[in-house]
């Protein structure tokens, strides 16, 4: 029987702290894969994966689609705004200790209710804070990064920061500057900017040079401001391509990185990869995430994943452990997440609607990633690929070909060495590599 609960009553009740049985277990609430002390590759899974619970998809999300009403009815949910914020705090606490989450992440208004004057947005917003802050102290739990929701209220609906109306931006600007002050408050790591609206429909009504540089400027005034409060963290651009907007300003990776030089950000944003925004533009979750690593961008990740036959964001929780194995050798690579995490911006599906399927969902993503953290770390050991890899490029490690990686040679030289080149076809063994990390999977 359970045992932990945060206030006044236990709403996940019968469930107690997720425990690791082992592969063998045929208990769907224990963890198989992820066993949180482990040590691998120098360093606790808890410590490598860093999960964090998103807060909007976990505690707010009821199964509403454009096709159909809510399927999930929450015990937390109140007639009164503000007690209905907290006993969802508290389910949220709750569930955080049970599963066994060192981290979160959160909107402005999944935690705390919009009201209907900015007097009122900022009033509640900061008493919620508060009790976030009580309910950290009491567990330990720490906030990721917090965000504010600049894209569902009708005056978003032309963008926030880039919106054509500069009362809109305003605003925002009252939403980011509360979501930055309570941020300090709360001790957050990080704090993301996610850009639904941030975008165009048609260019026969958009100045998108003219947007773009207000999104810059609202970007620089929130940095600015953050540090001036003491904010130390980092500030996230989290990519997408479309949906709601035709064309998002921050399309994917490279895009969003591109943006952030050419507006001076760099000292201070980087990127939050979810794999799922990736799929959308066409990419996979891990090249998203190496172009990040390539630029020294790569800051938090949105963990989930799509649906192929969909061409939308389904959110799903990560199962496929050939996406996590990939991720989590970039990951490691790069050193590891370092003040970001593995955010779960992943949804029941709608027709999981017993409250014990919010952990049986996590459990599962949780498994999936610590299947791809033990097998990237048994890639990284073994060394074949990365020495495979390595040897495609030997031809640059000396001579010209290292002269031409330096810099050292002109056009005419390089023309010269191509009158004499023979280049013979060497095969890249793709095959052979997949069936490599096949054996890594499943040669247990």
């Known amino acids: 029987m359970s045992d932990i609960f945060i206030g006044n009553q236990e709403f996940f009740k019968g469930i107690g702290k997720i425990s690791y049985e082992g592969p063998a277990s045929d208990n769907p609430l224990a963890f198989k ?70 981290f ?71 939403q980011v500057k509360t979501s ?8 957050g790591l990080g704090y993301t900017f996610w850009g639904g609206r941030e975008g165009y429909m048609t260019l026969w009504n958009t100045d998108t040079k003219r947007e773009q540089d207000h999104l810059g400027t609202f970007f620089r005034m929130a940095r600015d401001y953050g540090r001036k409060i003491g904010f130390t963290g980092t500030f996230y651009i989290e990519p997408k391509p479309m949906e709601p907007s035709k064309h998002q300003y921050d399309y994917d990776a490279a895009t969003a990185i591109a943006f952030i030089k050419d507006q001076g950000l760099e000292n201070d944003f980087k990127c939050n990869i979810e794999n799922n925004h990736a799929t959308l533009a066409g ?14 961008m790569l800051g938090s990740v949105d963990a989930n994943q799509g649906d192929a036959q969909n061409g939308w964001d389904t959110d799903e929780f990560p199962t496929n452990v050939y996406e996590t194995t990939e991720a989590m050798l970039i990951i490691l690579k790069n050193g590891g997440l370092h003040s970001g995490g593995l955010n779960f911006d992943a949804k029941r599906r709608r027709n999981s609607t017993d409250l014990e399927d919010l952990f049986i969902s996590h459990i599962g993503g949780m498994d999936a990633f610590a299947l791809g953290l033990e097998t990237a770390a048994r890639i990284i050991d073994d060394g074949k690929i990365e020495t495979f890899k390595a040897d495609r490029y030997k031809s640059f490690n000396s001579g010209d070909g290292k002269a031409f990686e330096d810099g050292k040679i002109s056009l005419e030289k390089l023309a010269e060495i191509g009158k004499k080149a023979d280049p013979k076809d060497i095969s890249g063994k793709q095959e052979m590599l997949n069936n490599l990390v096949n054996q890594y999977l499943f040669n247990r």
């Not at 807060?55 to 949910?77: E, I, L, V």
């Not at 508290?90 to 060192?102: D, R, S, V």
């Open 283 to 296: 990419h996979s979750f891990a090249h998203d995430l190496q172009v990040c690593v390539d630029h020294g």
């Open 180 to 187: 930055l002050d309570v941020n300090v408050s709360l001790g």
């Open 104 to 174: 979160y992440a959160f909107h402005d208004i999944d935690a705390s209710p919009e009201g209907e004057t900015a007097a009122e947005y900022e009033a509640n917003y900061i008493e919620v804070a508060a009790y976030l802050k009580k309910l950290q102290d009491q567990t330990g739990v720490k906030l990721l990064w917090n965000t504010s929701n600049l894209f569902s209220h009708p005056r978003y609906m032309n963008g926030a920061a880039s919106n054509p109306d500069f009362p809109v931006v305003g605003r925002a600007a009252l």
């Open 33 to 102: 894969f992820y066993d949180p002390k482990k040590i691998v590759a120098g360093k606790s899974m808890e410590d490598h994966l860093r999960f964090s619970i998103a807060y909007w998809h976990s505690f707010c999300a009821d199964g509403t689609d454009p096709f159909g009403k809510a399927t999930m009815h929450f015990p937390w949910n109140d007639s009164d705004p503000m007690v209905a914020a907290k006993k969802k705090a508290e389910a949220a606490f709750e569930f955080f200790t049970k599963i066994g989450a060192p």
